[in-house]
């Protein structure tokens, strides 16, 4: 780790694959981090036992996500890449907090509320105390900055608190962490319901994207777009379908709104989703190369992921040693 730079930490859950607002919102981002910053990035599969999911999708899910993260770009060179699980110092730090972490302060969060909702027959106090398993993500390794999308703000702030009241009572022992928002990170909403984001649980497969999908299936998806009864292609309040897809086309291709609105002036809708259509295939396609040949060498995938663990690992215990010091437990 190059002592001038700052770091960043991010994870995904392996709760599903990885789809184009993943893609766009979070990994595209990521991959122009790693020169300028210490980057760790991890699949957060202690966080996927959360809800229920089975044991081979898990693990699919997990090889899965590995492999994308580095077809995407994330180069196992410059950046420590792992999983949360092969890293213990996760869920040790994880309960440690949990005792500096407040049942009131874990009640208020909005992401436990609504899953909380939305798996009724499965409120497990692993979903109640997910915040402080993901602030020792985030304090194990004194990041910097964690690049979220907005709907992780709210963890964020909880783990900066933690790391407050832990501080306040032991002495500087956790850097404080700030969100990191990309200068430019699109916002990519459902293809089928352009009010609600495109996420791993949408249940409708039209509506979503996802990095693996083969050409003629993403260009289907979106043909079947839904839009507006207007019809020309311009970015305006109340258009949602064409807004999501112009951020869409700007992110693959580079192109500004207004070049995008003169490019199809006169042109129709179809003609428009078409082109986006096609751009992201055209977009995807490298990716989907890449990643076909990263999961036929099954051994050196291993070698990166225990790789991974073990430099994450190293930094892991040196704070961990701090903790045990401070609050009191003996060094073995
Ligand atoms: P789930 O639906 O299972 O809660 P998700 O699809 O929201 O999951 P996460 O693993 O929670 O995916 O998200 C990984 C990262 O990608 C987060 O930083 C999140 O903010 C970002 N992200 C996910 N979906 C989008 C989207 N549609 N647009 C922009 N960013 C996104
Ligand atoms: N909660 C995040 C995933 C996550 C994470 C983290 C993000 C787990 N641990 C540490 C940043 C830092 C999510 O649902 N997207």
Known sequence: MEKEKKTILSAIKPTGTLNLGG?????KNWVALQDEYNCLYCIADLHALTIKIEPATLRKNSLELFALYMACGIDPKKTVLFFQSHVHQHAELGWIL????MFGELSRMTQFKDKAAKNADNVNAGLF???SLMAADILLYQADLVPVGEDQRQHLEICRDIAN?????YGEVFTLPDAYTPKVGARVKSLSNPMNKMSKSESDANGTVDLLDPRDAIIRKFKKAVTDSDSRVRY???KDGINNLMSIYSAVTGKTFSEIEKDFDGKGYGDFKLAVGESVADCLAPIQEKYR???????ELERIYREGAEKASYLANKTMRKVYK???LIEK
């Open 98 to 101: 949990d005792c500096y972490t």
């Open 293 to 299: 040949l990263i999961r036929e060498d099954k051994a």
């Open 236 to 238: 305006a309040e109340g």
């Open 326 to 328: 401070k609050i009191g």
């Open 129 to 131: 105390t997910y915040p």
């Open 23 to 27: 893609y766009l919102g979070a990994m």
């Open 165 to 169: 009241r832990f501080n306040g009572r």
